[in-house]
Nanobody, 121 residues
Framework: QVQLVESGGGLVQAGGSLRLSCAASGSFLSINLMHWYRQAPGKQRELVATITSGGSGTYADSVKGRFTISRDNAKSTVYRQMNSLKPEDTAVYYC???????????????WGQGTQVTVSS
């Protein structure tokens, strides 16, 4: 069974940095797009960044220049580096990926369990 397991997160002061990781486990052929979402209290989940299998990233305007998404395909892991954090970045951060199934060779979308990031002012 394929799973996305997230790690990292926590409490940090404004201006600080955090690094989140998300590793895919189980049997699958490959991972296509990997996405990074966040959901702040009382708000809808929003797309923060996306990275292609080739490593090209795109970002929401709100995090451009501060956040970086990268991946290690050999480890089936995506990394999310967050710098110059602001209190408004406080949210639960989620990993999401389109994974090519071993069983039927179909792309299936998976979510990680989410990890809390809290930025204090």
């Amino acid at each position: 069974q394929v799973q996305l397991v997230e790690s990292g997160g926590g409490l940090v002061q404004a201006g600080g940095s955090l690094r989140l990781s998300c590793a895919a486990s189980g049997s699958f052929l490959s991972i296509n797009l990997m996405h990074w979402y966040r959901q702040a209290p009382g708000k809808q989940r929003e797309l923060v960044a996306t990275i292609t299998s080739g490593g090209s990233g795109t970002y929401a305007d709100s995090v451009k220049g501060r956040f970086t998404i990268s991946r290690d395909n050999a480890k089936s892991t995506v990394y999310r580096q967050m710098n110059s954090l602001k209190p408004e970045d406080t949210a639960v951060y989620y990993c999401n990926a389109d994974i090519l199934q071993l069983s039927d060779r179909r792309l299936t979308n998976y979510w990680g369990q989410g990890t809390q990031v809290t930025v204090s002012s």
